[in-house]
């Protein structure tokens, strides 16, 4: 005997009577409440993301460019660091070369479609 499947949480939903509109669950019926569906974000593209990230990502800007803020700023903070203290007195090395690797095989998965967007979106 297997459990019922879960009940969605209350929240926006595309219309399950087909029409081009959300309607609102509130966590165990359907409500009257309508809205027209969220404008479509533009689909961002594999190539221009895995190219940003394979020659500008000691910057984090293949992350950035999906709307991945939060790594992107971790990639710009160690490749600043490492370039900083490169130039000061050559330790930096440890850190560019792990972040060169990581950048590295990011820049191919973007460019193969590996990664989605923040949003969970596939590349194109």
Known sequence: MSAPPPTPSAG???D???AQT???FDGHTWTD???PLSAARPVKSGVVAGLLQLFLGFFGLGRFYLGYTSIGGIQLTLGLIGLITTML???GMVILVPLGIW???EGIMMIAGAIPDASGNKLH
Do not use: K, T
């Open 22 to 24: 959300q309607r609102y």
């Open 12 to 14: 926006w939903y595309p």
């Open 89 to 91: 007195c050559g330790i």
């Open 16 to 18: 399950p009577h087909g």
């Open 33 to 35: 409440q309508i809205a």
């Open 103 to 105: 950048v590295l095989i």
